[in-house]
């Protein structure tokens, strides 16, 4: 009976931890936030939270001209008309958004007019990233190419490889590595700043469509299976939005519904992602679409950047799991305000350990397994949070009573 007992609470715990991806993505919804329109391309978002996307076009064989700006309270309007097969773009350093017209085997510059001129010609380009120094980088779906661009337009190409198929999404990382998406099956490709290719990572759906990085993670269309995966820097993959069933339903993020989605962009706080989707009618899987909003959550680790002070950080609780008490342990900087609370697998706030200012160093405090009315909580995932000026790490526990 002794040995059934604690086979039976390994496995509790192994099933604790094998859904707390989805627990912990406290307050992570999808909303909609425009009508139907002709927007059927790449979704890029500017320093002052607007969103531009692009019209592809009604199907494969008939190209849209349209790029447009929405507002971040949902407003659409035109802003430009002279881009052919609109799909992905980019801003650089100085406000100045390029994109790429597929159908007119060309990348434009598009002026504050709306009207664009001409920055190079490239086969069947796709995503656009650009570096630090402004170079573009612009994916080449006919040559299965990637094309380094710089200031001037010199042109080189920066890696050609058999591994792309159909080179479609791409994102650089903080540390000037680049990964670039598949249209035609599942794989995400990593590529060193020397044009070395190794596969990233597979999402399900044999349709890996576009690519955002933010707060230290990937996410990526896949668009064949109407969902949103996120996979960390080490490869790891998981569902980040989306229950599978094709359509547009509102709501918690692995209970809404998408349909082809195709673009993504993080916005500028990186707390929103952007996504354009397909309006399931009869006969088009291109047009109308509408722009959908999905939040991240603040789970993990944040702040300015995504950088950390040296000398912070939150321990692992130990025991963990445990009952009924456990120790947390964290390290300050310098002095300062530290604030750590506990909430449950909901979001909802359990209790405030501290709220006060303290001197820097290590320090650590026990929690009791008791609320703030000084009940004891029901066993289950909890997080801890630790907020120190505009920082704060989180880490999850598990109380098994």
């Known amino acids: 009976m002794k040995q059934h007992y604690t086979f039976s609470k390994r496995s509790f715990l192994t099933f604790l931890f094998s859904i707390f991806t ?5 307050g992570q919804t999808v909303s909609t936030l425009t009508g139907g329109f002709s927007a059927s391309g790449g979704v890029r978002t500017d320093s002052d939270g607007n969103i531009f996307v692009a019209d592809f076009g009604p199907n494969f064989n008939v190209a849209g001209t349209q790029v447009y700006r929405i507002t971040p309270e949902g407003d659409v309007s035109i802003y430009s008309q002279s881009v052919l097969g609109a799909t992905g ?3 650089n350093s100085q406000g100045n958004l390029f994109w790429s017209s597929f159908a007119g085997n060309r990348v434009d510059r598009i002026n504050p007019d709306g009207s664009t001129t001409l920055f190079a010609g490239i086969s069947g380009p796709v995503a656009i990233a650009i570096d630090p120094e402004d170079n ?18 010199v042109q080189s190409t920066f890696v ?10 791409m994102t650089f990382d903080n540390e000037g590595n680049l990964y ?3 249209f035609n099956d599942s794989r995400v490709h990593k590529v060193t700043p020397g044009g070395t290719v190794s596969l990233f990572a597979n999402v399900p759906g044999n349709n890996a469509v576009n690519i955002a990085f933010t707060r230290e993670n990937f996410y990526v269309t896949s668009r064949a299976a109407h969902q949103i995966y996120r996979i960390t820097k080490a490869g790891e993959v998981s569902l980040f939005a989306g229950s599978g069933t094709r359509g547009n339903n509102d709501g918690p993020a692995l209970q809404a519904s998408f349909s082809l989605p195709n673009g993504i962009s993080a916005g500028p706080e990186g707390d929103k992602l952007y996504v354009n989707d397909a309006v399931p009618l009869a006969g088009s899987n291109f047009h109308p679409s509408i722009l959908r909003v999905i939040t991240i959550p603040n789970v993990g680790i944040g702040g300015p950047n995504g950088l950390m002070p040296e000398g912070f950080s939150l321990k692992q609780n130990f025991p963990n799991p445990f009952n009924p008490t ?8 310098e002095s300062g305000n530290v604030t750590l609370k506990i909430f449950n697998s909901t979001g909802e706030e359990i209790r405030t350990l501290i709220r006060q200012k303290q001197a820097p160093g290590s320090h650590s405090i026990t929690w009791d397994g008791k609320n703030r009315n000084s009940q004891p909580v029901s066993s289950g995932v909890y ?3 630790l907020k120190f000026g505009d920082f704060f790490q989180t880490q999850k526990m598990a109380l098994v009573r």
């Open 326 to 333: 456990t120790t947390i342990e964290y390290e300050i900087p």
């Open 180 to 182: 670039v998406t598949n």
């Open 22 to 26: 989805s627990l912990a993505l406290l």
């Open 383 to 385: 997080l801890y949070m």
């Open 136 to 153: 573009l980088f612009v994916a080449s779906c006919n040559t299965n190419s990637v094309i380094r661009i710089t200031p001037a337009g």
């Open 160 to 169: 050609t490889s058999n591994n792309f198929s159909c080179a479609n999404g």
């Open 89 to 91: 773009g980019a801003f």
